[in-house]
């Protein structure tokens, strides 16, 4: 089913941009509809924002079944607190004994609070020794900022704190409500259009610019797309993923 949302900004690619990042979608996934223009006003002062409306399509939502609720029964004077629902906020944690996920925790705090942020790291440990970082708490967006840039300059700067001086190099991966798992879907949908493209016309398409993750995400996704190949062009930051129309390749 279709769905839309309305959204604002400075000027219309910004109100564009802040509503794909809510969303977790591309800009090849959606329709945009420019509602109101940007107005500068006079000497700055007195402008209007830009306003624009997206379309884009959501799953179909079943029906919610029809329950009969019965009479509401008084409630008693004090309730009990449940002990699986604790009332204490939540706090920084990290493996017992572990000198590196503790690092982790003390880097990614304090960063945090120069930041403004309020938020803390909870870290666990995969079966590979990856160090895995869910921020938790308010204010997220700022953490994960556009496109993910933010989350991904904390993640380097984390990564370098906690490998600095180490023989062994482990790799931190953060994480913030859920926003590389999102990204990761879009980028494959994103993926297998742009591979139906170039084989329906028989031609390569160059993808925006993307960081070196994003772009294996898409190596990824197409590795056994029939009939298509990828790679990388150009430099960093503004690097590219190229689908290329490849006849008999994966097949």
Avoid: C
């Avoid at 809510?22 to 830009?50: C, D, H, M, N, Q």
């Avoid at 939540?90 to 960063?111: H, Y």
């Avoid at 931190?172 to 742009?194: F, H, P, Q, W």
């Amino acid at each position: 089913m279709q769905k839309f949302m309305e959204s604002t900004g400075k000027t219309e690619e910004a109100a564009i941009t802040a509503a794909l990042e809510k969303l977790g979608l591309a800009r090849e996934e959606v329709s945009v509809e420019v509602l109101e223009l940007a107005k500068p006003g006079f000497l700055g002062i007195g402008g209007t924002p830009a306003k624009i409306k997206v379309t884009y399509e959501a799953p179909d939502e079943p029906e919610a079944p029809v329950v009969e609720e019965p009479a509401p029964k008084a409630e008693p004077a004090v309730q009990a607190v449940p002990e699986d629902k604790p009332q204490t906020p939540v706090a920084a944690a990290a493996p017992a004994g572990d000198d590196r996920a503790a690092k982790i925790v003390d880097f990614l705090t304090g960063l945090l609070e120069r930041m403004e942020i309020r938020a803390v790291p909870q870290v666990q440990v995969d079966q590979e020794g990856n160090y895995l970082v869910e921020l938790v708490g308010e204010g997220l967006g700022a953490a994960i900022g556009r496109r993910g840039e933010t989350l991904d300059a904390i993640q380097q700067l984390t990564g370098y704190a906690v490998n600095h001086g180490q023989a062994k190099r482990v790799r931190v991966r953060i994480d913030a409500e859920g926003y590389r798992s999102k990204r990761e879907e879009s980028l494959e949908r994103m993926a297998r259009r742009t591979a139906e493209k170039a084989v329906r016309y028989r031609r390569n398409v160059t993808l925006e610019p993307m960081n070196a993750y994003e772009r294996h995400v898409i190596h990824t996704a197409l590795q056994d797309y029939p009939d298509v190949t990828t790679y990388s062009i150009g430099t960093e930051p503004n690097r590219r993923t190229v689908v290329a129309y490849a006849p008999g390749e994966n097949r």
